[in-house]
């Protein structure tokens, strides 16, 4: 194909408001540079790199880390942080698959697309909660109800290993050699993903461990634990690498309900039972910022894609921004009612999720500019369409609707026409929507059409959880 800058004679923009920016390949084959305008829509940005390159569907485009698949259609290159010589890396990708998890017994491996059973994950014993996958789809962890777990082969669908537990939680690493096991005693363990056998016991934690997590690469793990400290180790050699908390000198150090690495892994946040979050470099430990400002324990505490900002949600019924770097609060969103979770939206708006039954809409300033009612339980999640103009919400009371971000108005109550709702989400590219059912029934619907366009056939009674590959 042509590249762009040579029907324009290679001639650099004379305004800062117009700039070149270059599409390459993961290869780094240089696809074509284009003439890119800082107040550019990134809806049509995005028709003019499809056009440069015939991959259908099964494409994804990267920015350094960030992918950007879900980014609203209103949403410029400019404020997406492109500039003169800034580099997108496209991504040909395999065909989506759609694991689910249900009650009868089994997990499913369906393609996305096209809707076709690949292959059944069978031999359990009661209903499989969920399924975590190595990065090559190669292996698939299963855990049931009864908490036992069991590893395949994601292709074939035989069965590898199983334990039987009682196991309190696990997931399996992306580079697919080990897997993590927590028990009740607060035992940490990893284990052969090929054998099943016990290589160690990372940490015995003197109370609870609330969080055990891989790193994106899969060579650290990272815990954290209510007796107030998280720490970072090496799998390979079991060793304690860093250790995360406060110094003795600040006082009795509250404990810990939750740790993450940023969107880079550089850095590790913690959420603290006193309502405030830590960030510290992964590297050294030391600590980069405290976020306070809470009354009560937060619900969650997350990071912006380019980590710039955390946003945290709280009991005390406020959600908050807050600099990455130092710390200070930028806004303050109230809510009336507890919070069980704040996402970042288009546009610096905020969506959060609330104990009252409904998510609400905040702009940069902190103030609300749209409500989203009628769940008759908490919203334990709210997410927004590519485009931004539609709100997904799904309830504790087995429900999930549709919104008109603009509006508030609820446009469909999936739970009225087609049964309780256990699972909902956008999927990929945020246009459509995934939705799993009491019943066993899981299906795409379409907001444009009004109808749903797929299902996925062969479940026969509650799916518990879906995840995509």
């Known amino acids: 194909m042509a590249d762009e800058s040579r029907r ?63 980014t609203a259609a209103t949403t410029t290159a400019g404020s997406l942080g492109l500039r003169q010589n800034s580099v997108l890396t496209l991504l040909r990708l395999s065909r989506r698959k759609l694991c689910t998890a249900s009650e009868d017994g089994t997990a499913r491996i369906f393609e996305l697309s096209s ?64 897997v993590l096991v927590m028990d009740s005693h607060s035992v940490v363990g990893l284990l052969d993903a090929s054998t099943g056998r016990l290589l160690t016991n990372l940490v015995h934690h003197a109370y609870y461990v609330c969080t055990a997590v891989f790193s994106p690469d899969g060579k650290a793990l990272l815990t954290s634990s209510v007796e107030g400290f998280a720490r970072l180790f090496d799998v390979e050699s079991g060793n304690c690498l860093v250790t995360f908390g406060r110094r003795p000198s600040e006082g009795k150090t509250p404990g810990m309900s939750a740790a993450s690495f940023s969107p880079d892994a550089s850095k590790v946040l913690v959420s603290l039972y006193d309502g405030s979050a830590d960030l510290y470099e992964r590297s ?36 908050k921004l807050f600099c990455a770097s130092t ?10 009612a507890a ?30 500019i749209q409500s989203f009612k009628d769940h008759s339980a908490p919203v334990l999640n709210a997410t927004m369409s590519w485009d931004g103009k539609l709100v997904l919400t799904w309830s504790s009371d087995l429900d999930a609707k549709l919104f008109d971000a603009k509006t508030g108005e609820c446009l469909r109550s999936f739970s ?34 009004n109808c749903f366009i797929q299902d996925f056939v062969g479940h026969t009674d509650c799916v518990h959880s879906m995840k995509l590959m």
């Open 8 to 70: 324009h004679g290679r001639s650099r923009s004379r305004s800062p408001e117009t700039f070149w920016v270059e599409v390459k390949l993961l290869s780094g084959q240089s696809l074509a540079t284009m003439q890119v305008q800082k107040s550019e829509p990134w809806q049509r940005l995005r028709q003019r790199i499809e056009a440069l390159d015939a991959c259908g569907d099964h494409w994804a485009l990267m920015f350094g880390d960030r992918d950007l698949e879900a």
């Open 416 to 449: 009225e026409e087609d049964g309780f709702v256990t699972c909902a989400q956008w999927a990929p590219g945020a246009r459509q929507l995934l939705l799993a059912f009491f019943s066993g029934r899981v299906a795409v619907f379409d907001p444009e059409k």
């Open 284 to 319: 050294s430990g030391e600590r980069i910022c405290s976020c306070v400002g809470h009354r009560k324990s937060l619900r969650c505490a997350t990071m912006s894609p380019d980590g710039k900002l955390i946003l945290t949600a709280s009991k005390d019924c406020t959600s």
């Open 327 to 336: 710390g200070r609060c930028l806004s303050t969103y109230e809510s009336p």
């Open 115 to 178: 809707g076709k059973s690949l292959c059944i994950l069978g031999g359990h014993c009661s209903g499989v909660v969920s399924v975590t996958f190595s990065e090559d789809g190669a292996k698939a962890l299963t855990m049931t109800s009864a908490r036992s777990i069991a590893m395949y082969d994601a292709q074939s669908g035989a069965q590898l290993w199983r334990v039987l537990g009682p196991v309190q939680d696990a997931c399996l690493a992306a580079d697919g050699l080990r």
């Open 339 to 368: 919070l069980c979770r704040a996402s970042f939206g288009p546009s610096e708006q905020v969506l959060t999720a609330a104990q009252d039954g409904t998510a609400r809409l905040y702009d940069a300033g902190g103030k609300c």
